[in-house]
């Protein structure tokens, strides 16, 4: 799925994780920092 996102946004980087991925230490920062780069219509 990364690799088909990344060439569908011009050769990007994409790097696919969920909030669980995230240190304890600094998830709840991280979430509140959040911002969608892109939302599906």
Same mark, same amino acid.
Not at 16 to 35: D, G, I, K, M, Q
């Given at each position: 799925?990364? !690799?088909? $996102? +990344?060439?569908?946004?011009?050769?990007?980087?994409?790097?696919?994780?969920? *909030? !669980?991925? $995230? +240190?304890?230490?600094?998830?709840?920062?991280?979430?509140?920092?959040?911002? *969608? !780069?892109?939302?599906?219509?």
């Amino acid at each position: 799925m990364e !690799l088909e $996102l +990344s060439a569908l946004l011009g050769g990007r980087k994409v790097d696919l994780n969920t *909030p !669980l991925c $995230l +240190s304890r230490f600094f998830r709840e920062e991280v979430l509140a920092e959040a911002e *969608p !780069l892109y939302v599906a219509a």
